[in-house]
């Protein structure tokens, strides 16, 4: 069962606007991460966020964590039609040894960014 | 794609035939994943290995079968390829050791007719 679920499923934006992308999960995380999916090509990491993180930034990215709700976002501010891609949140479980190493994947967002 | 890659990278086969997919890393990293993409469903996670001969199963293992012999690859074996078994399949390493982000390989295209 997915651990992850991506709200919306698509988004389609004009370029220089921002794209957020929430993410909602079950049980107890060690991190959450998200990675981006160019068509026909292996997902790529983008960022990790830790349970004990409320907000992080990388570049354009800015991601929250709220595990009071268990769910996380993704804003990519001033999109680019490069930013044209479906992304995916993925989510650690809290335990220990080596479980904690799988990945739980959500179902991912297309999001379209118009020139 | 972080010293990783995947073969073949498309297939076409027949149900009943037995199939492996190889994934080969450069990287020297603990962790292998194999996993399938279908539409409507995300990544699921079939198999993963922990290091050498050590393997664990993932959400969707039935009619899969894998193997580690050296670090750096892991098979994914079909025993009897099915319809359902139609699917994009990648495979992720990470480090472990703290380290939780994984890297994919470009993924292979099975078809099984």
């Known amino acids: 069962s997915q651990q992850g679920e991506e709200d919306p499923q698509a988004l389609s934006i004009q370029e220089g606007e921002n794209a957020t992308m929430n993410c909602s999960y079950k049980?107890?995380?060690?991190?959450l991460q998200w990675y981006r999916q160019n068509s026909g090509r292996g997902l790529v990491h983008l960022i990790l966020i830790r349970s004990n993180e409320r907000e992080k930034h990388s570049g354009r990215l800015r991601v929250t964590l709220d595990t009071s709700k268990k769910s996380s976002s993704l804003l990519i501010t001033a999109s680019r039609a490069a930013d044209t891609a479906s992304y995916f949140c993925a989510t650690a479980p809290l335990i220990s040894g080596g479980s904690n190493y799988k990945l739980t994947f959500g179902k991912g967002t297309l999001l379209t960014v118009n020139p | 794609d972080a010293g990783i890659t995947q073969s073949p990278r498309h297939k076409v086969t027949e149900t009943g035939t037995p199939v492996t997919l190889r994934c080969h890393q450069t990287?020297?990293?603990?962790?292998m994943y194999w996993y399938r993409q279908d539409p409507g469903h995300g990544l699921r996670l079939i198999h993963y290995s922990y290091g050498v001969k050590d393997t664990d199963k993932g959400e969707v293992s039935d009619g899969y079968s894998v193997s580690r012999s050296k670090t750096e690859d892991f098979l994914l074996t079909l025993e009897s390829a099915t319809s359902s078994q139609t699917s994009v399949y990648f495979c992720?390493?990470?480090?472990?050791?703290?380290?939780?982000?994984?890297?994919f390989g470009p993924g292979t295209r099975l078809t099984v007719t």
């Open positions: 992720a390493i990470s480090p472990g050791q703290g380290v939780y982000e994984q890297y």
């Open positions: 049980t107890s995380i060690n991190n």
């Open positions: 990287e020297n990293h603990r962790y």
